[in-house]
């Protein structure tokens, strides 16, 4: 079935500093792929997602492409912020094309 | 409006009671899921119900654990003779069908 490899944390930037979390899959086919958030204190929620090759998800800053070459769809965001501290989950869907398949997660920590 | 909603946020049980958890997704929602997310791990997909319609249940670690959705509204986690095991956060997500998911907050179950 489909899985999914994600870049270990913790990440410890400071603000304005670039971040990329790197996040590879394997799948049957090409599965929606997804970046979620997770707050402290909060529960998941979605960030961005790409649903066909190529395609460029993006939001508050974050940008994806799903990339089927190299079956990656690494997170990235020009300037990060203390706010941005949280764990990012990277997600495709399973085969089946109904549940998803989470990674461990990555911790990001922003300082200022 | 109103996200999804899970009942009780926190339990607490000894080893061997049964506990339920409840879930109420979005309204209008067909596609139901539930994970199980163990402490700093991703979420793990338990289960999947289309309306009433439990159309997957590969991720249920055992026969103790048993969910429901008979009016293909609201969902029910039920797990008998809990273990230590089974201590974790069990988060209920919601979607139109083949949509994005939807997190609830989460139940959060710790077995003594």
């Known amino acids: 079935g489909n899985s999914v490899t994600q870049m270990e944390g913790p990440v410890t930037l400071s603000e304005e500093a670039f971040l990329t979390i790197n996040c590879t899959y394997t799948a049957t086919g090409y599965p929606s792929l997804f970046w979620y958030v997770q707050y402290p204190g909060e529960g998941l929620q979605l960030l961005l997602k790409?649903?066909?090759?190529?395609d460029k998800g993006s939001n508050k800053g974050f940008e994806a492409t799903y990339r089927k070459e190299t079956t990656s769809f690494h997170l990235e965001k020009g300037s990060v912020q203390v706010s941005d501290s949280a764990v990012y989950f990277c997600a495709p869907r399973n085969q089946a094309g109904t549940a998803l398949i989470f990674g461990k997660g990555t911790t990001l920590s922003v300082s200022s | 409006g109103a996200g999804v909603s899970q009942s009780p946020r926190y339990k607490v049980a000894k080893r061997g009671q049964d506990v339920a958890l409840r879930c109420d997704p979005i309204s209008g929602h067909v596609s139901l899921f539930w994970y199980q997310q163990a402490l700093g791990q991703g979420p793990e997909f338990l289960t999947y119900?289309?309306?009433?319609?439990?159309?997957?249940k590969s991720g249920l670690p055992s026969d103790r654990f048993f969910a429901e959705r008979p009016e293909g509204s609201v969902s029910t986690l039920k797990i008998q003779r809990t273990q230590q095991e089974d201590s974790a956060v069990y988060l209920c997500a919601s979607s139109s069908s083949r949509g994005t998911q939807y997190f609830g907050p989460g139940t959060r179950l710790t077995v003594l």
């Open positions: 790409a649903t066909k090759a190529d």
């Open positions: 119900f289309q309306n009433e319609a439990q159309l997957d």
